[in-house]
């Protein structure tokens, strides 16, 4: 078993950041993948970002791309998501997970364990 718990979300403006972290507990963290994935109200949970075991490889939705950047510290057990020049529709719950994995999947059924999730809202 994997626990994973998300901090950071809240408010922001158009065009500001917000930083993310989930921190990771359970399981040696430096085996598994990690994603971000977000789902705004009425909407399907949908793939944001994602990092392989040794953080050297990363995967990106195009609606964030150039504007989203994961990271991981294996030491610390931790995954971030930083988010720069955010946009209202940006405005998701945003949730961590795991996967036992050495690649960067994309798809939530590839991903076993999740975390709570944690609200971001942006406002125009």
């Known amino acids: 078993q994997v626990q994973l718990v998300e901090s950071g979300g809240g408010l922001a403006q158009a065009g500001g950041s917000l930083s993310l972290s989930c921190a990771a507990s359970?399981?040696?963290?430096?085996?598994?993948?990690m994603g971000w994935f977000r789902q705004a109200p009425r909407k399907e949970r949908e793939f944001v970002t994602a990092i392989n075991w040794s953080g050297r490889s990363t995967a990106v939705a195009d609606s964030v791309k150039g504007r989203f950047t994961i990271s991981r510290d294996n030491a610390k057990n931790t995954v971030y998501l930083q988010m720069n020049s955010l946009k209202p529709e940006d405005t998701a719950v945003y949730y961590c997970?795991?996967?036992?994995?050495?690649?960067?999947?994309?798809?939530?059924?590839?991903?076993?364990?999740w975390g709570q999730g944690t609200q971001v809202t942006v406002s125009s």
């Open positions: 359970g399981r040696t963290f430096s085996n598994y993948a």
């Open positions: 997970a795991a996967a036992r994995t050495n690649w960067t999947p994309t798809g939530r059924n590839e991903y076993a364990y």
